[in-house]
């Protein structure tokens, strides 16, 4: 069964085809991080302005690459959401075109899913149901969650970001301490032999008690706006390259903080798990993947960590999720419009 997906929810023109809903025919991206590098952000009108523009070469090189015919494609999937609602109908309309123009079904997929099934491509991953009962982290530039996997498919939201995502976070945090975009890699590795104590930033968390969207578990749920704000204040109080610590400290520092709200709400979420996973760009962070290693030995359960090559938003974990009998396929698939704000469950 060889599914070609498409990814268009955020900044990432992406197609892939996946067999059997693990094996990775070929995977193509085209990241649009230039295009919106001068705004600090993604432009929503700049992405899917360019998606139109990318996405039938995009498609097409994923079909040559894996080698295939038009006529061996078995089924056309593409991300229905959450994300943004002019780059998301994007891949949509062309997967549901693509799919009718091959007289294939069409399935769409919900993007949180795609990147828990990311955690299952690459030569070392294991099978869905290996994992689970499992706690996932999905923390990317869009999206900051921990979700409980009860078995494939069966998902429970326990707790989630009430304002920015760990990933915006890491973005904003990089323009001002003036590292560029996208600020989470560049973070990374500016704060590689920094001393994380340098500054004490607040760690990001909900007090107990506080206003938590849809009565989640307030200690299972991230806030990082504020962590935002005190590094701004922080910068104004002591200007990088002046005579307080260097920025590699600062970066240290400020990693430190999000990185430690993401463990504390990984621990608090794990009790009667088997496995904890982590997906998504900011799942990339070398600090986040020893942190959440301590904690999973401690803890005595697995960790499954997404592989780097499908960490970041891309069309095989699509593919992979719509591979594995997920999705909304039938005429509901090719009713489907573009949904930014589609749920998990
Ligand atoms: O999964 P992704 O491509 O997009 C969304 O679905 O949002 O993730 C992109 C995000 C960006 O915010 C980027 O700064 C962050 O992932 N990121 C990182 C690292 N690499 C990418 N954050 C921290 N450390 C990294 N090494
Ligand atoms: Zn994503």
Not at 87 to 100: H, I, P, Q
Not at 294 to 309: F, I, K
């Amino acid at each position: 069964m060889n599914v070609l997906g498409i990814e268009t929810s955020c900044d990432e023109t992406a197609a892939a085809v996946v067999r059997d809903g693990c094996r990775v025919l070929s995977n193509v991206v085209l990241s649009q991080t230039d295009l919106h590098a001068p705004y600090g952000g993604v432009v929503p009108e700049i992405a899917s302005r360019r998606h139109a523009e990318a996405l039938p070469g995009i498609i097409d090189e994923a079909r040559r690459r894996a080698g295939l015919a038009w006529h061996e494609i078995d089924e056309v999937a593409a991300t229905a959401g959450p994300g943004l609602a002019a780059a998301l109908l994007v891949g949509l309309s062309a997967g549901k075109g693509l799919a009718l123009a091959l007289e294939r079904p069409f399935c769409g997929v919900n993007h949180l899913e795609a990147h828990l099934y990311s955690l299952f491509l690459g030569a070392s991953a294991p099978a869905p149901g290996e994992i689970c009962p499992c706690v996932a982290l999905l923390v990317s530039g869009g999206h900051t969650c921990l979700v409980r996997v009860e078995r494939p498919g069966s998902y429970r939201m326990l707790g989630r970001t009430v304002d920015d995502a760990a990933g915006e976070a890491f973005d904003k945090g990089a323009n001002l301490l003036g590292l560029g975009y996208p600020g989470g890699p560049a973070i990374d590795r500016a704060a590689r032999g920094g001393a994380r104590d340098a500054v004490r930033f607040p760690r990001g968390r909900q007090r107990k008690g506080a206003g938590c969207p849809d009565g989640l578990d307030p200690a299972l749920c991230f806030s990082f706006s504020g962590v935002k704000t005190a590094l701004l204040y922080y910068l104004r109080e002591h200007p990088a390259g002046g005579a307080g610590p260097a920025v590699a400290d600062i970066a240290a520092s400020y990693q430190e903080a999000i990185v430690e709200a993401l463990v504390r709400g990984c621990r608090g979420a794990l009790e009667g798990a088997r496995c904890l996973a982590a997906a998504g760009g900011v799942a990339l962070n070398g600090r986040l993947r020893e942190r959440l290693a301590a904690l999973a030995a401690a803890a005595g359960v697995r960790l499954v960590l997404a592989d780097p090559a499908y960490c970041t938003d891309n069309a095989a974990m699509v593919a992979a999720a719509a591979g594995a009998g997920r999705g909304i396929r039938g005429a509901a698939g090719l009713r489907l419009d573009a949904w930014p704000n589609m749920p998990l469950a």
